[in-house]
């Protein structure tokens, strides 16, 4: 099966600052790359994606980048703000519907 | 539109006992997932159902858990006996299609002593 491992597991930066989180997967057949966001006491929610046949993609203040031959995958948030604050996974899936879970980063933002 | 709903949101008991958790998905969403999330963890597929029967059940500890989805709808995810390590989130999932997005609730926090 898959395999996902998520990196730092704590993400501390000031208001305004860039944040990057990394992962990396272990099946090359993988196709599809969602992150999550989740706040306190709720499930988490899709905030981007990308799919194994683009390199990058943004949406506003965040991005994804996918390395297929290294097989990794960042995401990248600039302009942060408090709000951003919450844990955030990477998945990939391998097969139709099953999500693998990274570990998760706590990403604190400092006003 | 109203998102997936899961009752209890808390509960508490002891191991040996049994709980059940329910979950509502999305309306018209076809395909309806389990997930266990322990503290400090990503959330661990249990189970997938694709209307009322079962895609993938390959991680659910079906020794002591069980999941149904009589109608295609509501689903009931049971544990029977709890250990102490099945302390964790259980969060609901559903999507129109196993490839449609994942819209998940806000999960049922167990706590077993």
């Known amino acids: 099966g898959e395999n996902v491992e998520q990196h730092p597991s704590t993400l501390s930066v000031q208001e305004g600052d860039s944040a990057v989180i990394k992962c990396t997967y272990s099946?090359?057949?993988?196709?599809?790359f969602p992150w999550y966001k989740q706040e306190l006491g709720k499930g988490p929610q899709l905030i981007i994606d990308i799919r194994s046949n683009v390199g990058e993609k943004k949406d506003q203040r965040i991005a994804v980048t996918l390395n297929k031959t290294a097989k990794h995958f960042s995401l990248h948030i600039t302009e942060t703000q408090p709000e951003d604050s919450a844990v955030y996974f990477c998945?990939?899936?391998?097969?139709?519907?099953?999500?693998?879970f990274g570990q998760g980063t706590i990403l604190t933002v400092h006003p | 539109e109203a998102g997936v709903a899961q009752s209890p949101r808390y509960k508490i008991i002891e191991k040996r006992q049994s709980v059940a958790f329910w979950c509502n998905p999305i309306?018209?969403?076809?395909?309806l997932y389990w997930y266990q999330q322990i503290l400090g963890q990503g959330p661990k597929l249990l189970i997938q159902f694709q209307n009322n029967g079962v895609v993938d059940d390959s991680q659910l500890p079906k020794d002591r858990f069980s999941a149904e989805r009589l109608k295609g709808v509501d689903s009931t995810l049971k544990i029977q006996p709890a250990k102490l390590e099945d302390s964790a989130v259980y969060l609901c999932a559903s999507s129109t299609s196993g490839r449609g997005e994942q819209y998940f609730g806000p999960g049922t926090r167990l706590t077993v002593t």
């Open positions: 309306s018209g969403h076809a395909t």
């Open positions: 998945a990939a899936v391998l097969e139709v519907g099953k999500l693998t």
């Open positions: 099946d090359s057949a993988s196709n599809y």
